[in-house]
């Protein structure tokens, strides 16, 4: 059973950046494309997925201030996240395993409990 967890959020001033982590048990972290959502309440909202070979999705509303990326060696996912908005205000959720096709992700399910990420204004 594949287990993830969250890491990174908390209390930010807009303008600010964080970085979210997501560190996945087991051996097959390599081989499989990872995402990120975020739930805000009322909507899921899609942002960042990396292939196995490290290729990136974005979603229109992030590509320009959010930057996947993932350490094999580490198990672990990250979300570098700049220039926030109280708007991103939200539980930020990894995803492991699912599809990327030319630019879209579809999800599989395995999700960690998420972490809270506050943006203030």
């Known amino acids: 059973q594949v287990q993830l967890v969250e890491s990174g959020g908390g209390l930010v001033q807009a303008g600010k950046s964080l970085r979210l982590a997501c560190a996945v048990s087991?051996?097959?972290?390599?081989?499989?494309?990872m995402g990120w959502y975020r739930q805000a309440p009322g909507r899921r909202e899609f942002l960042a997925a990396i292939s196995s070979g490290g290729s990136t999705v974005y979603a229109d509303s992030v590509k320009d201030r959010f930057i996947i990326s993932r350490d094999n060696a580490k198990n672990t996912v990250y979300l570098r996240m700049n220039s926030l908005k109280p708007e991103d205000t939200a539980v930020y959720y990894c995803?492991?395993?699912?599809?990327?096709?030319?630019?879209?992700?579809?999800?599989?399910?395995?999700w960690g409990q998420g972490t809270q990420v506050t943006v203030s204004s």
């Open positions: 995803n492991y395993g699912g599809t990327m096709i030319g630019t879209n992700y579809a999800s599989r399910g395995y």
């Open positions: 087991g051996n097959t972290f390599s081989r499989v494309a």
